[in-house]
């Protein structure tokens, strides 16, 4: 059975560690690269310190998906909602919950007088890109980074 059409109550804003703490393993499924628990809330309490916020899906004691969102102004987009983080517990996934918590950060963009919502998607990530494209998001450039610490400028 699909959740999309599931109620907001299901969905909680973090905004403490006993929060933040349930969202660890299923945002380490995404960022591997995260060493551990501690680290994780500490580096989500920095963030928030300068805007990020974390939302999670929860039913009973189960946290299936997990969204990191901030609000930013471009020269080039005006003010956008910059989802940093969305997964889906990979034990639940296409049962609708990251489609649930999608529609409900796009809700807050509106409600925050956003011009537009972004995010970036490694480009191996098919199925994300399948949700993101049927939610109308549009691919609309290339991103690019630069490592600093191999950097020879």
């Given at each position: 059975?699909?959740?999309?059409?599931?109620?907001p109550?299901h969905?909680?804003?973090?905004?403490s560690?006993?929060?933040?703490?349930?969202?660890?393993?299923?945002?380490?499924?995404?960022?591997?690269?995260?060493?551990?628990?501690a680290?994780?809330i500490?580096?989500?309490q920095?963030?928030?310190?300068?805007?990020?916020?974390l939302?999670?899906y929860q039913q009973?004691?189960?946290?299936h998906?997990?969204v990191?969102y901030?609000?930013?102004?471009?020269?080039?987009w005006?003010?956008?909602c910059?989802?940093?983080d969305?997964?889906t517990d990979s034990?639940?996934?296409?049962q609708?919950?990251?489609?649930t918590?999608?529609q409900w950060?796009?809700a807050q963009a509106?409600n925050a007088?956003?011009?537009q919502v972004h995010l970036d998607?490694?480009?191996?990530?098919?199925?994300?890109h399948?949700l993101?494209?049927?939610h109308?998001f549009k691919?609309?450039?290339?991103?690019?980074?630069?490592?600093?610490?191999?950097?020879?400028?």
């Amino acid at each position: 059975m699909k959740h999309q059409n599931s109620t907001p109550t299901h969905i909680h804003e973090a905004t403490s560690i006993e929060h933040i703490r349930p969202c660890f393993q299923i945002v380490r499924e995404l960022r591997p690269h995260v060493p551990d628990e501690a680290s994780f809330i500490n580096q989500v309490q920095r963030q928030m310190a300068v805007g990020y916020k974390l939302a999670y899906y929860q039913q009973g004691e189960k946290v299936h998906a997990v969204v990191g969102y901030r609000f930013l102004e471009f020269l080039a987009w005006g003010k956008v909602c910059y989802i940093d983080d969305l997964i889906t517990d990979s034990t639940t996934r296409r049962q609708g919950y990251g489609s649930t918590l999608l529609q409900w950060v796009i809700a807050q963009a509106k409600n925050a007088y956003c011009d537009q919502v972004h995010l970036d998607s490694g480009p191996q990530r098919h199925d994300a890109h399948r949700l993101y494209l049927n939610h109308g998001f549009k691919i609309v450039g290339h991103h690019f980074a630069l490592e600093l610490q191999n950097c020879s400028l």
